[in-house]
């Protein structure tokens, strides 16, 4: 059974950093595009960012652009997004997301249909 687990959000000022983790297991995380969305309250589920583990590319919603960074590590089978330069629109539930590049994507980023795992989700909060 595939497992993905967020951790590192929390209570920050306006201006700091976060760093959010996702340990997973359960499937070849090789093979797999991670991401990571948000969802702030009384609003839709969003995109923030993406990594490929076969290749490490990578995108961002402009939004993050220049402030967040998305890094994977493959022998721990984890995901990382580094967030700098925190503002209060940034406040959300972040969740991470495992695509299967291995059985193809039709775009990329991915389709949300074609993201098959998820996590629980991490609570940011930024003061302003």
């Known amino acids: 059974e595939a497992q993905l687990v967020e951790s590192g959000g929390g209570l920050v000022q306006a201006g700091g950093s976060l760093r959010l983790s996702c340990a997973t297991s359960?499937?070849?995380?090789?093979?797999?595009?991670m991401a990571w969305f948000r969802q702030a309250p009384g609003k839709e589920r969003e995109f923030v960012s993406i990594?490929?583990?076969?290749?490490?590319?990578?995108i961002y919603a402009e939004s993050v652009q220049g402030r967040f960074t998305i890094s994977s590590d493959n022998a721990k089978a984890t995901v990382y997004l580094q967030m700098n330069a925190l503002k209060h629109e940034d406040t959300a539930v972040y969740y991470c997301?495992?695509?299967?590049?291995?059985?193809?994507?039709?775009?990329?980023?991915?389709?949300?249909?074609?993201?098959?795992?998820w996590g629980q989700g991490t609570q940011v909060t930024v003061s302003s």
């Open positions: 997301a495992g695509a299967s590049i291995a059985s193809g994507l039709t775009s990329w980023p991915p389709r949300h249909y074609e993201y098959r795992y």
């Open positions: 990594i490929a583990n076969t290749d490490a590319r990578a």
């Open positions: 359960g499937f070849i995380f090789g093979d797999y595009a």
